[in-house]
């Protein structure tokens, strides 16, 4: 009784996945983005995202795990455009995590907020919940165009309607790359031997991926950086995602 | 206990067996294909179930010439990564390159031979087997040979580069053919032109904006589709944050802002047309303000005379401050780089811009200098001869020769000048005159649907090439494409499908010609490469070079820069200067808008209109999907009366198009743009019917120097329809509300 | 008591009895018209839905939940006033209430049986909704407890078993009234459904003790569900949802959406069921009275709502009020205004408060604005939370549309068979209340 009560107290210790050997974190530095979407389309090819079709992006369902959002600033001739793609935050205190009622999305203990295909219902609670709204719900069963489907990714699961889905980040290379290391008698996952397909495709090196746990990881020292802020930091979802703004000049 | 009889016990087999049987001829009659999980008993020996495989190869999307990896799981190509070791992509890919799965995998590619069996252009095609189809053409060919007529034969294709394009050539000399010709929209005629003026060097130059501290930019979108955009792209990350301390500035000088516009510092929208104006203006400053020290000085600033700010800043409507300004930065940065391209390099003044452009470096004293311009060594191939592109120029003489009866067989390749031509100059209605048209081509795209014969072309994740990137990256380099996957359908790499016809045609052809595949062409040429430079490097066997670049995909040799630089003369730079003002087609009143028409990132010049990802990834600046739009600035729409979604009429003297109005905050007033990439009349399922062609209403004005044409000089008037359709975009609200979304504002330049 | 004299023992029975046991072909005309009204714009469009998807129905990225998740607080705030209002009025011992809480109750549990069918129209993947319930499996999974879609769950099944219980309890004596007063089959079935129910002095006195205790019991059970139902939006962090006010704002509309409800079915059973004698003024006048004070309530908590997010004054907050006062719905918010705030301040005249048609016409105006502010709370937050460029509408479909109207079917045809089933009427209480007979007059 002890041991248990011991083990729901480490459970319920918030940041408890500490004591594991990963934080996948991503930094973004929107100084160097472009806002070619060459990450939107890798992520599409990575993760059996849906050929939705074009009834279907008017109607506004489109299912883009990361996006380039577009922000104006200014007037005419002194205007500015602002790319910033979001995607899911993994939040250490995500709100969706708390709404679903089935578990179907949960924090695993790499600090990733997972989403399992097979266990949702479909009640989108989550999407709800979300402030970034990265979260895409399967509102019919996409099919594709023969012979498109033989492009489909094995490692990743193709989704059914009335599943909710979303950035996983990459999950099936951390899990290929865990392997690796196992396989070589490692305890660790080296540095940028994860790549999210976004990080990997990125040409201007904008997106940084790594393990947060390790001070010497690329992207801890990316998140010092002092142009570094999370989106909406304000409603204290703690994002594993760090932007480093844009430098005004 | 009952007793059975033998009667009784005879019976119930009898009855059985009948059951029996029947029920087997039953189960026998309703049974299913097995699918089996593992198709294979034996599976085949270069993959084993579950692990992926890379395989190296050459993008084939755009002219940049990436290296990509391509990932198979059970023979399918699965993703598209950039190759880690090549120089162009460095590991890196755009969504264009990501996309190439789509046309290996895309639903409409031409599976076999077809041939023509209604009215030309009607897309009524009959499958034909390969021995047919290469007949017909080969005894079509060959008796044009025999009669010493092979000059009727014309070869079209897109930019080919590498072996291929040797191939072609060696094909159509021994035909006795010189009518070769490339054909590629986006190919930088007038750049190559200017830099011959200004540098001397038909090679083009590396620019190297990864070094650059000051970045100039006419109108080249260097970012989205200007030469190496991946490239570019890795240029500019480290331009602005890959310095410790030292963060790179860019400038973006277009009347609308692209990609390249965004990512800006600042982004100046001059006057159309009057961008390399702007140049001269910045280069007298650079002189009069004393940032040039050259021995040349004064022969500079006689030259520069009539280029004062005050007077350029009139006719460019950019204030005399910021062309000061802009002076001074660029004069005192450490390292500044000027480019042109995009509309800037397509104005009647096209190649005068651009030489205005190249001034700015020589007076930034960037040549040969990190952060400027460098100037390419040889490239990697001994043998490869001068660019064949055909320009504009080139392409009205073929319709000439076609509407004159001189072409009897016209072969295309990759190049679609049906879409990518002006409608007035009639390219489609020149073919009409053309007895034979065969199409290499692996979809059927505009020109393809005008073809007689269409023999279907594997894609080049099925084939085997090789390539040289032009630009270079500074040193030599050469990549090997190899197919990553089997060939999916009843097609052939389009080297030997020339091959086949050589053999077909006959004669010294097959001789010369004597290889079997486009692979063994391509490794004798790689050996001899190689026994060429044979005492370059380490001592190695031939095989196990092949064996290493094709695992590489690329072969370079880092460091080898041309020893001897071409030092451009100033004399020649001075001589070059002309007043680059472009011309418009249509008169202000009656046209009072200047048509901007841009190259996407998404579809490049159209080619990428097939494939779906692409369709589906919304357009950078505006999120706009699966449609065309003709952009208006906002104060422009009010005076108009003009709402998104509003359908207009865009009427230019050479035609029309209707699109609907989009509002987007970043045009100059007066100028309107749309998109080039879409208005397919065939080309797919994905493509056909959606949106319009900018470059079918473009005025046939051609380039002062390069007579290549200037598709950025074009007026149009703007006509209300009264229809509306919904213009579909991704975006909700785009201003940020005062929301800190895009972080605290901070200036840690 | 009763407008048109006092009836007998004997009437009571009679009249009450009559509903179940005669049944003419109006009766099955409307019961045939609710039920294929209910299949074709219920079950069909909701079939098709299972088929292709929830794309069948208008929302998208932008606002995934729609019209189902608005109807389904529609429908279980339609079932508020039923049992609690029955439970309260029981204990604070008012006489007006006892010809009118069994069709309340009824009422209570026809909605929230409803207001379940909705939950099944919204989820995706309505196949698997047995998973939301903590049945054990061998894999060891378990609802998420920190949900407020569990809370609703139980919350939802708890309230719904106790207020079955609640009507069934009440129903005994009268299910023996039915026994006794036929014969064959019903007259077996209805022994059973009465328990052998004799009317000893005992049992009287079990059963009242009984029904006050599950009366006090339901009381806190009907003001949590509508306070966890509340909770699914305001544990949100949506602007626009996430309130304190949220659960006394939604429990009270729920009493309010309820009493309207309430009114209607009176008026139906005094015209269709001809229980003139025992619905009449003083019924309407409470009921009416009622109706204003809540009103207030639900005023005053609008107010309050609209204040805090003015007073919040983040760009969030801000945004989603001006969506909700002068966007697309605006329309919708201020014809909900109309409804439930002001239109309810004209039963403070007597002379509409003592009309049946004019307080049938206010409380269906009351339940129609009841089902917008439902509808607005979905349809205006969602759309627009934290990020401009992810902003977009929602709109419902015609599928939707069809299964809002079809609910309402489903809910007659409930009621239709209940009527058969249970005395509508609660008898005994009637008679309770009737004033004692004197041999003598």
Redesign the interface.
Known sequence: MSTFVEKLRQYRKPGYYDKFDYHWTMTIDLDRCTGCEACMVACQAENNLPIVGEKRFAENREIKWIRIERYWEGEYPDVKMRFIPMLCQHCDDAPCETACPVFATYHNQDGLNTQIYNRCIGTRTCAVYCPYEVRYFNWFTYTWDEPLEQQLNPDVTVREKGVMEKCTFCIQRIRIAKDNAKDDDRRRVRDGEVVPACVQSCPTEALVFGNSNDPEAKVSKMMKNPRGYKVLEELNTTPSIVYLTKVHS | MSKISRRDLLQYIGAGGIGVVGGVLYGESVQQNVELLIPQVVPPEDYSPGVATWYNTVCNQCPAGCGISVRI??G???????NPVHPVSQ?????R???G??A????DRIRTPLQNVGQRGSGNFEEISWDEALTTVGSRIGRLKIDNEASRVRLLCGRVRGHLDELFLQFMNLLGSDHYQQYDFTYPSALMAANKMSFGTDVLPYYDIRNAVFLLSFGADY??TWIS??HH??A??HL??GREGR?G?TIQIEPR?S?????A?E???ARPGTEGLLALGIAHALVSEGHYHGSDRDEWSKALQAYSPSLVSAETEVSEDKILRLAREFGTSTASLAIAGGATAAGTNAVASIVAVNALNYLAGNLSQPGGIIFNPDPAFSATAGSRQAGFQGMLDLIGAMKAGDVDVLLVHDTNPVFALPDNVGFRQAMQNVPLIIALSSFRDETTEMADLILPTSTYLESWGDDVPDPGVGFPVASISQPVVAT?YDTLPVGDIVLSLARQIGGELPIHMRWGTMEEFIKERWREEYDQRGSEGEEQEFEAFWQAALEAGVWGQPGAVAGDQPVPLSSSMIASIADPVSRFAGDESDYPFVLHPYLT??FFDGRGANL???????D??T?V???SWVEL???TADELGIREGDVLDVESPAGSVRVPALIF?????GVVAIPVGQGHAAYG?YARDRGVNPIHIVATLIDDQSGDLAWAATRVKLKLTGERL?I?K???????????????????? | MFDHGQPSYAEVNKDVLSVMLETGPKYWMLLGTTMSVAGICFFMPWIYQLFVGVGAAGMNRNAVWGSYLSNFIFWIGLSHSGTLLSAVLHITNSPWRKAIYRSAEAMTLFSLMTAAMFVMVHLGRVWFVHWSFPIPNQMGLWPNFRSPLMFDVMAITTYLTASSIFIYMGSVPDFAAVRDASTGLRRRLYTIFSFGWRGTAREWHTLGWAYTFFAIFVIPLAVSVHSIVSWDFALSIVPGLHHTIFAPYFVCGAIFSGTAGIVTVMYCLRKFLNFERYIGQVHLDSLGKLLITLSLIWSYINILELFSSWYGGTSFELEALQFKLTGFYAPLYWEMILFCAFVPLLILFKKIRWSWNKMLVISILINVGMLTERFIIVATSQPRKFLPDAFGFYFPSWIELSITVGAFAIFATLFLIFIKWVPAISIYEVKETLKPLRRDA
Do not use: F
């Open positions: 799981r059970e399918k190509a699965k993703k598209i990564e950039g590991g890196r890919t755009c969504a390159g990501q996309a799965l789509n290996l995998y895309n639903p970012l989205g955009p991946v792209s890795l500019y990350g602005r944050q963060r500035k802002m990609l390249s516009g965004a990512a510092d982004w100046i929208a999916l990132a998404t779906p990802w692409l369709q589906e990834m919304p950078p600046m999120s999907v699966y449609g600035n906002p104060v905050p970043a045009i100059r007033p399922r919904q579909i991704t975006d909700g609200v785009t201003r940020t509300l005062g929301r800190q979304i895009l972080g605290p504002e901070n200036d840690h330049a």
